[in-house]
């Protein structure tokens, strides 16, 4: 079955820290690859997003992710994280095959001062 | 900034009683999806629709139904809440981007509890 998988189910680190969050998919064709994050109380916000192109794409806050075409993965990374990442993070899938936005399971960044 | 509107955002009732969820966009996007989310878990595609008249089942079974007769709007209908539905809705709409992939866009979320 078509699935969006994320590693890291919870991550805690200290502020300066770099962090990558791993996010694999399983789905052929053409994609359109997402990360969202979700503040605590707050709606889905977009981070960034990849089309097409230029397989780094850069997002908002000093966030990037790479498209790796042949293992299927959009990690996402930040060489420095601040306290005011602690969020929920979600990578996404939009298949042109079945036209669905599908979901991973999400990560839970803590970041401590 | 997204115009996406759900209402309401907080909502408990009463086991066997019948709840609409409203969602509206003012985009004028075809595609909108509905979600659920369980506090701090992943989010589950229950219902799609592609434009007015089009509605899918998601990957995740759901009880709800939803109905698509206006392009903006997409509400989501529980006939007889049980303590099971307790959880977040989440709705969205997409449009194709400048770049030529579709971007989503979502609501604040609809928390549910049946008591």
């Known amino acids: 079955a078509q699935s969006v998988s994320q590693h890291n189910h919870h991550v805690i680190l200290s502020e300066a820290a770099s962090l990558e969050l791993g996010c694999n998919y399983s789905?052929?064709?053409?994609?359109?690859l997402f990360w969202y994050v979700q503040y605590p109380g707050q709606h889905l916000q977009l981070l960034l997003k990849?089309?097409?192109?230029?397989?780094l794409v850069k997002g908002i806050k000093g966030f990037e992710a790479e498209f790796i075409k042949s293992k299927f993965s959009f990690n996402l990374r930040k060489p420095s994280v601040q306290w005011s990442d602690t969020a929920e993070y979600f990578c996404?899938?939009?298949?042109?095959?079945?036209?669905?936005?599908?979901f991973g399971t999400g990560t839970r960044l803590q970041v401590f001062p | 900034e997204a115009d996406i509107y759900q209402t309401p955002r907080y909502l408990v009732i009463g086991t066997g009683k019948k709840i609409t969820l409203e969602c509206s966009q003012t985009?004028?996007?075809?595609?909108m999806y509905w979600y659920q989310q369980d506090p701090g878990m992943e989010l589950h595609l229950i219902h799609y629709?592609?434009?007015?008249?089009?509605?899918e089942k998601g990957d995740l079974s759901s009880e709800s139904t939803v109905s698509r007769i206006r392009t903006e709007h997409f509400p989501l209908t529980l006939e007889s809440a049980r303590p099971s539905h307790t959880s977040q809705y989440l709705c969205?709409?997409?449009?194709?981007?400048?770049?030529?992939?579709?971007?989503?866009?979502f609501g604040q979320g609809t928390r549910l509890t049946v008591v």
């Open positions: 969205a709409s997409s449009e194709e981007g400048d770049e030529g992939g579709t971007e989503a866009f």
């Open positions: 789905y052929g064709g053409t994609v359109n």
């Open positions: 990849y089309f097409s192109g230029d397989p």
């Open positions: 996404a899938v939009l298949s042109y095959n079945t036209d669905k936005l599908i």
């Open positions: 985009m004028g996007h075809d595609k």
């Open positions: 629709s592609y434009g007015v008249n089009s509605t």
